[in-house]
């Protein structure tokens, strides 16, 4: 990297916040994928201003700048591109308010999104968006990549909660956006183009989201289905039953088997499916609700249903679905894993096209997901040092991505495009349509340099 | 208007779906204000081929194109423009598919909100939005509107519900965005570009709505305060006692002694506020609920509380809410209704704001509104045959405005900006943040035919 360019980021931010140090070049290196490179640089930023000198410099220098705050992410989005500054956000993690009489809260992009959680609760509130990697990741990051989880149907994605943002742009430019209302229409809705936008468009220095109250009780059944089909018609039976689950959690019988395997928990192995349901509300309401679930559940065609009663049991049932990563993590080297969403109605459709793609390919795929979102990790078994074997698992994650969209799906759900997908985008989005997004990043970072190579296609 | 744009829209669409009779140019002057302007034609068409072909021929031409459902609109959106193409989408007015197994219905622009509604409760789901025009109103306005209605801190606003769109840009191109899915984050989210753009940047020829399950039951209480403050508190209070309410309508001194000289209802208008509180769910549970919030508004210093208890009471206690309008219309020859949204704990200092106002420019001015998401209508009382009033009405309306603003809320909550609040538009949203929303419309609508003159300054 240019020596002026390195010079300036000293004297704007101070040594302390700037760093060349091969450890730190190799720590910031990584996402939650196998993708890596080193960044030349590694910014800390602590305010807006700092993130308003490091993007003024980078633009006039064209440097690209890749921000980041936990990199948990599953895409490559935080990865950095080769001489790039790595825009590490991790250190901006106040906590700048939490209004009761507002129900909101104020927050720096680098707060731990289970902290927020936490801050939320102490108040008798909730924040109800729970991505799998909430002890680790950041607001900021959920904002970039508009992060999901398990209880999207009842309570939607990151990008439903959040009222306003402030954004700085390439070249330092700030934008806020929004408010603390939840009715505003001045003006067009630009931070919703943030929003999911993995750091294309600008970079996220404070977020504003409103909070709800919080359930008084929540209460989980878990149903074994001997066909995978009748667990996912089960799921619109509760809803036809006027219930909202707060979350419906498959597990196809690869997933179970492996957590079997590894945990021994005595779930039925000869099964197509693990359903697991909760529901959350009023603590009388939730009792009466899990028993319709219950019902629903047996008359769509359940086998060995448990049915918690009380907190401690359903804690016990959860105990299935929080070991299905480090289960699978057991059954090869390594794996990579899809995150597609199709309609609901046509999910066992999409399930029978991965055995299809599996047995085409020679691979294993196994599938869990949040079905009442329509959204499936479909995840292939894999080793990568047989190279062989890694150009069937590219055709094979192709050929997923080819059938969710023929199904009226997506890509991806909720884990983004990162680098991985990225050339595969224009299976699902047309390409009038991608020239518009195109046409919406050129206006946005005219020199290219907001993590570029990700997000859209070359 | 140029005949050869004349004879190319009869020639593509055909003369039925063409109309420059006098009687048509003057039935499409007009939307739900006082604004007024003729177009010089009228295209009906029904199917988004049609809508192609006029952006087409209009774009080509550099012709005005003003969109319009039923204009029941309150800023002057709908309005047509001099020299325009009048854009008549009511007669797309199919309900496409209504689907049990995915809860989503598909419609075109031109449904009534209320026959969605109905034909998604017909299927034992639920459409929220509800704005108070929700009998001739059409969804393609409430998508152009991003409307509200008195659901929304319970249900959100009419974009929490879209899911996709299909979408025609000036020139006739067509982007479909979104699809049927909760999660989807492939490319940006341009479709909320779109919803609240009140036709500037294209025409939405189909969209797709997200439903859910219709709740069992709704009841209502109606309480005096005399003090308006503790109105405002005693929302904040229902929500910390972990309810959230369907609606919580205010209604001011003012409103209610206009409703009672019209409907004789027997409310006390020796308070400052009357506040209709409704919650939904299920049907035991709304019961235990209704109690809590009776409780609640005791608590917070309301007096004169009626509790209803049963379907029947709860209407009794709507028939004040209903009446606001046309008791607001009998007070005086003219109105102008403003609609701010102001953080929910600024509401007493709002409506302070407003008297003050009031007092200051020798007007009467009421106010009523949604306070659980700090939407306020407060209302000019005027007569547009008195031009040195209409001075001082205009001088008290910036007014609001700035009071919004200065206290942290928006320009509009749910009606829009039009042409009636164009101008003020600099008051709300920074002059930084209005060239990238400039930069926006002249990305989708590069010759400035969609609907200009409004929704941006000039």
Redesign the interface.
Known sequence: MNKTVLAELRQTLGDGRVSTAPEDLAAYAYDGTWAEMRPDVVVHPQETAQVIAVLRIADAARVPVVPRGSATGLAGGAVPVEGSICLNLARMNRILEV??????AVVQPGVITQDLQRAAERL?FFYPPDPASVYQCTIGGNVA??A?GPR??KY??T??YVLGLEVVLAGG?????G????????????K??F???EGT?GVVTEITVRL?????AQLTALAAFPRLADAC?AV?NI??????PLVTELMDQGTTRAIEDFKHLGLPTDVEALLLVAVD??A??VQ??IAVVADVLKRSGARDLRHARTAEESEALWEARRNVSPAIARLARNKLGEDI?????RIPEMVARLGEIGRAHDLRIIVYGHIG???LHPTILCDRRDAAMMGRVAKAAESVLEAAVSL??????????GIF?REH?PL???G???A??A???A??DPNGIMNPGK??PG
């Not at 430019?173 to 956006?177: F, G, I, N």
């Not at 709800?212 to 008084?216: L, Y």
């Open positions: 209004s009761v009489p507002d129900t909101v008798g990549t508009n999901g999207c149907l939607g994605v990008g439903d430019h700030v934008l806020r956006l408010g603390r209302t939840i009715k505003d229409v001045a003006g067009y809705d630009l919703r183009l929003i999911g936008s468009l709800i109250p919080k359930p008084a018609a619109g809803l036809q039953a006027g219930i909202v509300g009023d009388d309401l009466r609700e969403a199709v309609p609901r109605s979102d329509g959204n009226g799906g997506t890509l991806t759900g909720e884990h983004g495009i997908k985008v699902g989005i047309d009038n349509v991608l518009w997004m046409g919406v990043k206006l946005f997000k859209l």
